[in-house]
């Protein structure tokens, strides 16, 4: 028997009208309507802790960590699951549409953020708000979000701030005192003018690529980046249009690696081989380059952070969130206060470059050994420290600086930096686009 | 003659049953996905939230944006100038590896060397030729050909064309393959007879050769235009994130991924850029299609 045309374009339009009924269905957002979860004092059940990127050279210190809690909790049962850095905020994505957030997740700072504006992360002050004064007062306030009051929705977990890096000799040859690094963004500026003038190309000051200057560059100038409402950006102003102007110059002028503008260059290799004066803010960096560059290493010096007028320090920070409809909402806050307690993160910190966002941890006296004072590494990881103690932490990013903005507003600086554009140009363009875009993420 | 009863017996469904398994991947893979697409290019969707209806808003904009413009004409520009280079310099390229001397197997070999490299070690390999600093800039000033270096990688307009350098390059032993296969099957008869006819080698290239070499040209043609039209590799190695100083270096494919990505992308319009792309490539596709057509009628 054989089927009519009629009749197989019908069963062909039936297969197709239910594949489009079936993708509509990809329409559907997951989590977000979801029910918080509330505490009911019974520390029980099976629940999933994602990480990112900690296997395999952490394994035995996390599984270590997972199995004194068990032993702790008997009734709790903790599955481990961690998975690459790269695409993790995709699978965060991915896991969230589908409502399959695991109950503790590693996040950094932009996951939370995105995960946190839209509802999907427990509200730990809630949760357990006697745990505050645990972490360093600043730690603990970088998990609140614009608009949503008093709660916090992450655990403060391991903390790196920024600091200053950089070749002393290099200093030195540009004419300037090595003992005394720049201090604000104003006289980094100053510094790299100089370093352009006297290194006659051989090497240059830092990376002109502007995304990793914006926007903290800008909030540590004052800048405003968003208006009182925090419902539009407000960055255009003539601080901004200096900085731009200010970058332009000193490319121009060869204080930076003309292929550095784009990313395309990798700034430990340059550091590494003699040829940048500043190199990565991070005190990671200070380990990588003694293994990987030891005689730069020998000539690295170390230094707070360059801050603007606020006495801001960047700062890149991990957390724990709960996932907001839980089922075990005990288990899951008693252990994440058990992972990011001060024993745990100062036993964390021996194995990596990491300080804790724990108050008690990040007083262990580790922390405040500078050494003999030559050391780099020893140095980094004291500056480090006390920048957390005293510095002002509530530098981060706002959330409605997303990936689309950053890219955006860096386009435009850009062209600006190449002279396509004049600054007060380029840096009006931007909010224009930034603003489009927020707009855009409003409507949803 | 009596009737197979097995025929008699078939069910109209049977062959259906075969293929089930094929077209379950393809629908659940391929079909399901583009479909997807579509509905979702109608919507205002993000990543993180369920979009509502919107009609042709996401195309309107796309079509408005001048980013998507520099984009479009971006991806048309590589396609004209790759395609012409992927159809010829690998032919030639064949039929020098063709000839049947000692050692002709390690060219081969060397040819077809950067098809099977990452693109992500081309890219590198290419961004410390082409960089400021890199050889090139530094064996021509070394000539005194240029007083200051070459802005290969930071200017927009020369960032697309040294991507499409590296495309070629990377294209050249795969579609040389190609040909060495077409190549293989023109009768060796044909060429010795019109060697007979005095005919050299240039004319037995351009009578002989081509014309029967000329499907396969096609074919590498529309291979080598929807690839070009899906470039991002390597505007992304060579100008980093941004798609050269300003995007201005930016294909469709760079466009859709940065519309899209990251927790605030916006899915629906990275759809809409997506079903434009691909009409393009079909439209493309297509014309191909109707030369080759044309060529056998």
Redesign the interface.
Known sequence: ???SPLTRTALATL??AG??A???C????GG?GAEEARRTGEVSGAITFRTLQLKPKFTAYVQGVIDAFEAEHPAVKVKWEDVPGDGY?EKL?AD??AGALPDVVNLST??FQ??GD?G?LADVARLDGAVAAEYVPGAWEQFKLPGKGDGVYAYPWYVTPEILTYNKDLLAKAGLDPDRPPTTVEQFFDYAERIAARSGGQYAAFMA?P?GRLPGDWQKMGVPLLNAGRDRFAFDTDRAVAWVERMKDLYAKGAM???S????DDINQLYGAGKLVFGPGSPGFVRDIRQNAPQVYARTGVAGAVTGTLGHIGIYAQSLGIRKDTRHPDAAAEFAKWVTNGPNQVEFSRNATIYPSNAKGLADPRFADRGDGQDAETLARAIGAEQLKTADLDANTPVQW????G?AV???V??A??G?QDARTAVRRAQEEANR?LA??T?? | MGTDPGLVHRRWWTPYLFLAPGLLMVALFSLWPFLNTVVLSFTDARVLSGGHFVGLDNYGRALADPDFWTAARNSVLYLLVVVPCLVLLPLALAVLVQAKVPGIGLFRSAFYTPVIASAVVVGLIWQWVLRSDGLVNTVFQALGVVSEPVPFLTDSTLLLFSAMLVTVWKGLGYYMVFYLAALGNVPASLHEAAALDGAGPLRRFFSITIPQVKPMMLLVGTLSAVSALRVFTEIYILGGESGGPGGGARTLPFLIRQAGLGFAGETGYACAISLLLFLLTLAFSLLGHRLSRGDEE
Request: no cysteine; glycine share 8%; charged share 30%.
């Open positions: 028997m054989t089927r297969v197709a594949l489009l079936a993708s509509g990809g329409l559907s957002g977000a905020n994505v969230a549409q932009d996951s995105l995960l839209r999907m690529d995304k690696p003309r292929e503008l784009l990313k395309a997303t990936n689309q903005v890219d860096v386009r435009e850009q062209r930096i190449q396509e875009l855009a993420g409507r949803r």
